[in-house]
């Protein structure tokens, strides 16, 4: 099994820029979620999905921030546009149902100048 | 509100030096307490699951105990190779879909 696959590993781009970080989760898994990380904040949750349905968008910070799901294998998250405290690492996640653990990517480490 | 408190925020230990690290959490109810370790530059990885006050796992030299208040995190005779951030989250019963909130971490340093 690959795991969770995450691309880009690092993407460094100018404030006002527009910047899309995709994801694949693990086949079979259901259930597919986006946290930000950082020193300051820990792990943040930003959004997740169950069967490509959005569930909670509460931690999104705000408009400039959009995640969609089309398919059961594939995830992108868009910020537009991009500002300098946007500059974290970001994390997909998947699993399998309800209780069961979370399985994460190695994430893409954001930067924006 | 879900919270999660892990202490210590860092903790140095000597090769062969046991000790815990500790997670309280406050939940409505508690669906599962997991328990990560996270390596520099890589994603969390997967340790344990706890469901119930009692419960214990174990693996290698990590033992996970689980209070209705706080989760331990024991390491027995700890190598160098144990060093990482160690973290752990709760997801509540009832919490819609099921979100799962992390503790900020403890960072673990082992020398030989």
């Known amino acids: 099994d690959a795991g969770v696959i995450q691309s880009p590993r690092h993407e460094v781009t100018e404030m006002g820029q527009e910047v899309t970080l995709r994801c694949k989760p693990i086949?079979?898994?259901?259930?597919l979620f986006w946290y930000r990380q950082t020193m300051m904040r820990g792990l943040e949750l930003l959004i997740y999905?169950?069967?490509?349905?959005?569930?909670?968008d509460s931690g999104m910070p705000e408009d400039r921030f959009s995640a969609k799901m089309p398919n059961a294998s594939f995830s992108t998250l868009k910020i537009q546009p991009s500002e300098p405290r946007d500059s974290a690492v970001y994390f997909c996640?998947?699993?399998?149902?309800?209780?069961?653990?979370?399985?994460f990517g190695n994430g893409t480490r954001l930067t924006v100048t | 509100e879900d919270q999660v408190t892990q202490s210590p925020e860092a903790l140095r230990l000597q090769e062969g030096e046991s000790s815990s690290l500790n997670c309280s959490y406050t939940?409505?109810?508690?669906?599962?307490l997991f328990w990560y370790r996270q390596d520099p530059g890589k994603g969390p990885e997967f340790l344990f699951t706890?469901?119930?006050a009692g419960e214990e796992k174990e693996k290698e030299r990590l033992k996970a105990t689980l209070t209705k208040k706080e989760s331990f995190l024991h390491i027995t005779a700890p190598k160098p190779e144990d060093s990482a951030t160690y973290l752990c989250?709760?997801?509540?019963?009832?919490?819609?879909?099921?979100?799962?909130?992390f503790g900020q971490g403890t960072e673990l340093s082992v020398k030989p």
């Open positions: 939940v409505s109810g508690l669906r599962g």
């Open positions: 706890l469901y119930s």
């Open positions: 086949s079979g898994h259901n259930s």
């Open positions: 999905f169950n069967n490509n349905v959005p569930i909670d």
């Open positions: 996640a998947s699993r399998t149902g309800w209780g069961s653990p979370l399985h």
């Open positions: 989250a709760v997801q509540a019963v009832g919490n819609q879909g099921g979100k799962l909130i």
